[in-house]
C-alpha cells in the first residue's frame, strides 16, 4: 500500500478497455489492487482486491 501512496503510475500498470482509466498493482503475487488516479486531488481510489484466480 505504501507504493500507491508515494507513487501510482511508477508501480502499478494501466489498463486497457473495457477497463481503460483503471490501473493495477499485484501485492504479495496473490492478489491483485484495481485502482484509480485522481491527479488533480491527488487522490488513489482503491476499487478493488481480489485474489488473482478470482479474475
Known amino acids: 500500500m505504501q507504493k500507491l501512496s508515494e ?3 511508477l508501480h502499478g500498470k494501466p489498463l ?5 482509466g483503471y490501473w493495477e498493482l499485484y501485492f504479495e503475487n ?3 489492487i484495481i ?3 485522481d491527479l488533480e486531488n491527488n487522490v488513489v ?3 478493488a482486491i481480489k ?4 479474475f
Open 30 to 32: 496473490s492478489f491483485r
Open 45 to 47: 481510489l482503491i476499487e
Open 35 to 37: 485502482y484509480t488516479i
Open 16 to 20: 486497457r478497455t473495457p477497463l481503460h
Open 51 to 54: 485474489h488473482k484466480d478470482e
Open 7 to 9: 507513487n501510482p503510475e
